[in-house]
């Protein structure tokens, strides 16, 4: 892949990873390879269905809805935080947002997932799409959701704070929602696209990636102290399609947030890059980073994939996020525990290690667990 150049910029002086708030955070140093005070933790999902408080203030409110109302988007981010004690916060947002947001009739049905207003599968419909722009007033309600986060998670003048890591989907993942017009298995109709018009394919990626990126960047500027690039189907691909077809647009997202920069020295934002079932992906994935310009690379791992095995593929320069499996927050503390101890022992093989789960919070995850989880990772 050729190495993009990111346009370079520096983040304004209020920022957190500027004034200092986040810069020494256990978060942070993990993510840019340094010792931090403690393991940092924090959960994929960790905003969502298994929390009560969650479930009361979504009441009657639609998730897209949700994520684009400030006061409740940022309520909801909060929220784990307060109860786990967790080292970060994840933006309360969805996949699908930036679709939502350039003009594209998508919606969250419940027990499905997004489901377009129809499948855009032709060079046609690709046109179509390719015509609406995100636009910056429409990215409005996301910069205030993030600014009202991070007021509370750091505020000025109080010192070290919690930091914020900005969401966003992958441009495959958000190409394969638009083709298939919902989930799908195996994503048959967006690998078709990809093979039998490679050019429309690769329109319909750039747009998506950087409907991803403007997302993105508009949560750092706003105050999010690293971003996540989540690719949720990357993992039905082989590594050659993966990185003829879907890598240069994910490096294309990451590069509207790889170019600012915090210091003098030239430290930018730390980014992850996270997908499911991708053991044969990792090294493409730290490469779409480091082809990004993303001077702090994390290759998020999911829970098939050992962190020191992955480590070793991935190299020295490289930091790792992961990977509890989810399946075993509902099995007896003390295999839990014994799970959760060899995941951060497994962890020391890399220059630095972020624990998360190796993927999302189950809804039907005792939250207790997850609170007596970041105990022990904070005791090790």
């Not at 998360?356 to 919070?361: E, I, M, P, T, W």
């Amino acid at each position: 892949m050729t190495s993009p150049t990111a346009n370079v910029s520096d983040l304004p002086a209020s920022h957190p990873l500027v004034d200092g708030r986040t810069t020494t955070s256990a978060l942070v140093t993990a993510l840019r390879g340094g010792e931090p005070s403690r393991t940092p933790v924090w959960f994929m999902r960790q905003a969502g269905r298994s929390l009560p408080e969650y479930r009361q203030v979504r009441q009657g409110v639609g998730m897209i809805e949700s994520c684009l109302m400030p006061e409740l988007a940022s309520e909801i981010t909060l929220q784990p935080v307060r109860r786990h004690g967790v080292d970060a916060a994840i933006f309360f947002s969805d996949i699908v947002v930036p679709l939502r947001l350039a003009g594209v009739g998508v919606d969250i049905k419940a027990g499905v997932g997004p489901v377009m207003d129809r499948p855009y599968r032709t060079a046609a419909d690709v046109d179509e799409l390719v015509s609406r722009e995100l636009d910056d007033a429409a990215l409005a309600p996301i910069r205030e959701a993030v600014q009202r986060t991070v007021a509370e998670l750091s505020p000025a003048g109080a010192g070290a704070g919690t930091p914020l890591i900005g969401f966003g989907g992958a441009p495959f993942t958000l190409a394969a929602y638009l083709v298939e017009g919902r989930p799908s298995r195996d994503h048959l109709a967006a690998r078709t696209l990809m093979h039998a018009d490679p050019e429309t394919w690769q329109r319909l990626t750039s747009w998506t990636a950087d409907l991803t990126g403007r997302f993105l960047h508009a949560q750092v500027l706003a105050g999010a102290s690293a971003v996540q690039l989540f690719d949720s189907w990357a993992g039905s691909l082989s590594l050659a399609d993966y990185t003829s077809h879907v890598a240069p647009s994910s490096a294309r997202a990451l590069r509207h947030v790889a170019g600012l920069r915090a210091d003098d020295d030239g430290a930018g934002v730390p980014g992850i890059h996270f997908g499911t079932g991708t053991g044969h992906l990792l090294e493409a994935l730290r490469d779409v980073l480091t082809g990004a310009g993303v001077t702090h690379p994390t290759v998020g791992i999911d829970y098939r994939t050992p962190l020191d095995e992955a480590s070793t593929l991935l190299g020295d320069g490289v930091s790792v996020q992961g990977n509890i499996d989810p399946a075993l927050l509902g099995a007896p503390w003390e295999v839990l525990a014994a799970h959760v101890r060899d995941v951060v022992a497994r962890g020391r093989r890399a220059p630095g290690h972020v624990v998360n789960l190796g993927h999302g919070v189950p809804p039907e995850t005792d939250p207790t667990v997850l609170t007596r989880v970041v105990e022990l990772v904070h005791s090790l």
